[in-house]
């Protein structure tokens, strides 16, 4: 294990610093109040950490004030975790309660804020969702009238974009773990075993190495390359030629890696070898040209003129995007998308391309943006495909 000395949590300084920031925000943009529903964006702000969110059956808000700190309004059942957290404001209710899951206890603390602008800043742009019953959120423009709801995300992906330096220790962490477990691959995985098997073991080695969880592997093989880039691991055993692609999402203290590589069992063929030399070198491309001003759109032009891509071509759609508390994140490296890179974006470099007709290489790495070179998190891959006996 290598987790030793990388403690979870943060300082109660960080989130102190996070809903300032907001607050500065919600006052260019005329917001009395942002209305956070789901995980990451209320433990972004809060650092309330629990997989009870995998169950759907109830709600949990955090609302940010134009001034002061966040107000929790949570079922009952995380009070208790909650009140560990830099929140001292709880209000609940003892859910499940199908009627008014908390829509009184959220009313009354929306409209208890102090009105400057009348408006609440929900997020509602791209990677964002609400996750609260439409019904219950159509129940909730009832309960608070005059005040009108208009998007909050440009403020949320403004503030998650641009990492700290504690947060990026975490992405660090969880890229050594994977890229540790990468390089056990010839440990861990032979000729004639199953895809189901490898990924079995590999996921445990992460996990072994420090992760907390591995909820994102995927990936496969076919002759003499990968048939798909989000599939998952099947019986198939492993032969002579066959190309193994395994992309994986790790996670230390709630932030995750995303990157993966490529194996060769046997023997790799050149048309595979070659395929794999040109996406190692598009992400070349991408380290040597990623500054802070440039925009995610000319980080992508840059890979795609290495891959021979032309706009609206390749499988993937993108060459790469934000990475964090989610295991994609804003921006998206991809024709149209302007947002300008800043020091402390974490992003991955993702060029793909097809060979072979329908098979496809990808490459990934997953790096900060600095003032000068980017840092690189992850091990660099090797030049070629690491062949597996």
Not at 13 to 30: D, I, P, S, V, W
Not at 231 to 240: A, F, I
Not at 350 to 370: C, G, Y
Request: with cysteine; glycine share 8%.
């Amino acid at each position: 294990m290598i987790s030793e000395g990388l403690a979870h949590g943060f300082e109660k300084e960080e989130f102190e610093q996070r809903t300032l920031k907001a607050q500065r925000l919600m006052r260019l943009g005329e917001i009395d109040s942002l209305l956070l529903t789901t995980e990451p964006e209320v433990r972004y702000f809060s650092g309330f950490q629990t997989p009870f969110w995998q169950s759907p059956t109830r709600p949990w808000f955090l609302v940010v004030p134009l001034d002061g700190k966040p107000i929790a309004v949570i079922p009952e059942i995380g009070a208790e975790r909650m009140a560990d957290t830099w929140i001292d404001k709880i209000e609940t209710w003892a859910s499940p309660r199908p009627n008014d899951e908390g829509l009184t206890e959220l009313s009354s603390v929306l409209t208890d804020i102090d009105r400057k602008f009348g408006r609440i800043g929900l997020p509602m742009g791209a990677e964002t969702h609400i996750r609260m019953p439409f019904l219950d959120f159509r129940k909730l423009t009832q309960l608070v009238p005059g005040l009108e709801f208009v998007d909050g995300s440009p403020i949320v992906s403004r503030l998650r974009m641009i990492k700290s330096e504690s947060e990026i220790s975490k992405t660090r962490f969880i890229c050594n773990c994977v890229s540790q477990s990468f390089q056990n691959m010839k440990k861990l995985a032979k000729q004639g075993d199953t895809e189901r098997e490898i990924f079995r073991k590999f996921r445990i080695d992460i996990l072994t190495n420090g992760a907390d969880e591995v909820p994102y592997l995927v990936g496969g093989s076919g002759a003499n390359g990968p048939q798909e880039v989000i599939g998952m691991p099947s019986d198939r055993v492993l032969c002579e030629g066959d190309v193994l692609m395994m992309d994986t999402g790790a996670v230390f203290d709630g932030y995750y890696s995303d990157f993966n590589r490529n194996f060769a069992f046997g023997s790799v063929s050149e048309t595979a070898q070659s395929a794999y030399r040109k996406v190692y070198e598009a992400t070349e491309a991408g380290l040597r040209i990623v500054r802070p001003g440039m925009t995610a759109e000319e980080l992508w032009r840059d890979m795609a003129k290495v891959l021979g891509l032309d706009e609206g071509s390749g499988l993937v759609g993108r060459l790469g995007h934000g990475l964090g508390m989610q295991l994609t994140e804003w921006p998206s490296h991809m024709p149209g998308d302007k947002t300008k890179l800043e020091e402390g974006m974490v992003i991955t470099l993702e060029p793909s391309l097809t060979f072979d007709e329908k098979k496809i290489m990808v490459l990934e790495e997953n790096i900060v943006v600095r003032a000068g070179p980017a840092e690189l998190l992850t091990y660099r891959a090797p030049e070629e495909i690491p062949i597996i006996y």
